[in-house]
């Protein structure tokens, strides 16, 4: 009963979990003619706090010296600013607001002159009722652009421990209505024997009584 209840309580709370910002870092292997998304996350560390961003992505391509400035975003706004990235990159962040916290981008139609080092960074505004505070955020993300897609080592366990955990929650799912089964037929027995038993005794103590009766003169 006790879990039956944890677990109802857990359904209603995960929404709320899930709702919050968490920052998870991007992948950083990239197919080549494929699309790859460059994962950006910065989240408002005081979500009751209302502030404006915006987002300024760089680029240095493998051999350069120096990062340049490749997109922009702001005022739910785009701006392409390298013309290696004409008609390729796409906002797949934050939308409809203006305080951004998934500032990520997709790149379609992948080349190996993609691969290389990435910066997104984010400018954020935290506006209170005397002053606003300006805050920077940079985040480094390395691409390497592959031929044919490579699994790592942390899919493939994750992967495997999935089915086994499947298995595992079958087989104890099993045994449990195995046991609940027992249970419930051995509570059945015990009320049947009772009720034999209160049966059994009823009807001797009638058959006493109508023998008292009949010895009466």
């Not at 954020?124 to 009722?129: G, K, N, Q």
């Not at 985040?139 to 495997?160: C, G, Y």
């Amino acid at each position: 009963m006790a879990a039956s209840v944890l677990f109802l309580l857990c359904l209603v709370m995960a929404p709320s979990c899930w709702a919050g910002c968490v920052e998870v870092e991007s992948e950083t292997e990239a197919v080549y003619g494929g699309t790859f998304k460059i994962q950006c996350i910065s989240c408002k560390k005081r979500s009751e706090t209302t502030a404006r961003s915006f987002v300024e992505w760089y680029f240095k391509e493998k051999g350069e010296d120096s990062f340049s400035p490749i997109y922009r975003y702001i005022d739910e706004t785009e701006e392409v600013l390298d013309e290696r990235f004409e008609n390729r990159l796409v906002w797949n962040g934050s939308k409809k607001t203006e305080d951004l916290q998934d500032m990520s981008i997709f790149i379609t139609n992948v080349t190996f002159n993609h691969s290389g080092e990435y910066i997104c960074r984010v400018n954020r505004t935290l506006l209170f009722e005397t002053y606003d505070y300006n805050i920077n955020v940079t985040k480094f993300i390395h691409l390497n652009v592959v031929p044919t897609a490579n699994r790592d080592t942390a899919s493939i366990v994750s992967e495997i421990m999935m089915y086994v955990l499947i298995v595992v929650l079958t087989i104890w799912l099993i045994a449990e209505m195995i046991y609940c089964y027992k249970k419930i037929a051995a509570a059945g027995e015990e009320v049947i024997q009772e009720n034999a038993s209160d049966y059994l005794a009823i009807t001797s103590e009638s058959k006493e009584n109508c023998m008292g009766v009949q010895e009466e003169p």
